[in-house]
Antibody
Framework: QVQLVESGGGLVKPGGSLRLSCAAS????????LSWIRQTPGEGLEWVSY????????NHADSVKGRFTISRDNAKNSLYLQISSLRAEDTAVYYC???????????WGQGTPVTVSS | QSVLTQPPSTSGTPGQRVAISCSGS????????VNWYQQFPGTAPKRLVN???QRPSGVPDRFSASKSGTSASLAISGLQSEDEADYYC???????????FGGGTKLTVL
């Protein structure tokens, strides 16, 4: 069955960096676009970044552009999000999600929490 | 401030029908499909509706959705206590070249 498992979250000081990972299994990883989506405590969902199936096209939300970088390794069935210059408002649970063409996100990971605090 | 606009909350009694609206613009809902997600506390969202009005396998037919112009709506009929959750609409936005979500609607079953 399809599984997405995030890791790498934690407590980091403002201005710090983290690398989030998402390990995928149960499907042909290289066939799918993937995204990172975050949810701040008690708030709604915010799309953060997406990457195409080959990994040669990405885009990021304006709120993280220049600070976050999405990447993937199709040989390792893994998705990554390098997050840097972290701010308090980046505190959130970060989900990786598989995109089913234009049909939205059909599978989500369980999320990894990131807390930015001094 | 979410790009798509949803009411923050709604409620209903068991057996009742409730509807949740989602308003967008010509760059998102007006030209792209709307998807709806259901989320219970402490869990990841689950896709409830895709492509404006299609239910993935396993989603009860009590859930239905529609779209007109730049607005969409999710309806839940025969409301049950287990439907109490947060509901989010989402669509691709051509101007932003990314996905946009509504702020979410908390459904309370009284």
């Amino acid at each position: 069955q399809v599984q997405l498992v995030e890791s790498g979250g934690g407590l980091v000081k403002p201005g710090g960096s983290l690398r989030l990972s998402c390990a995928a299994s149960g499907f042909t990883f290289s066939d799918y676009y993937l995204s990172w989506i975050r949810q701040t405590p008690g708030e709604g969902l915010e799309w953060v970044s997406y990457i195409n199936s080959r990994g040669d096209y990405t885009n990021h939300a304006d709120s993280v552009k220049g600070r976050f970088t999405i990447s993937r390794d199709n040989a390792k069935n893994s998705l990554y999000l390098q997050i840097s210059s972290l701010r308090a408002e980046d505190t959130a649970v970060y989900y990786c999600a598989r995109e089913a063409g234009g049909l939205g996100f059909d599978y989500w990971g369980q999320g990894t929490p990131v807390t930015v605090s001094s | 401030q979410s790009v798509l606009t949803q009411p923050p909350s709604t409620s209903g009694t068991p057996g009742q029908r409730v509807a949740i609206s989602c308003s967008g613009s010509s760059s998102n809902i007006g030209r792209n499909a709307v998807n709806w997600y259901q989320q219970f506390p402490g869990t990841a969202p689950k896709r409830l509706v895709n492509n404006d009005n299609q239910r993935p396998s396993g989603v009860p037919d009590r859930f239905s959705a529609s779209k007109s112009g730049t607005s969409a709506s999710l309806a839940i009929s025969g409301l049950q206590s287990e439907d109490e959750a947060d509901y989010y609409c989402a669509s691709w936005d051509d101007s932003l070249d990314g996905w946009v979500f509504g702020g979410g609607t908390k459904l309370t079953v009284l």
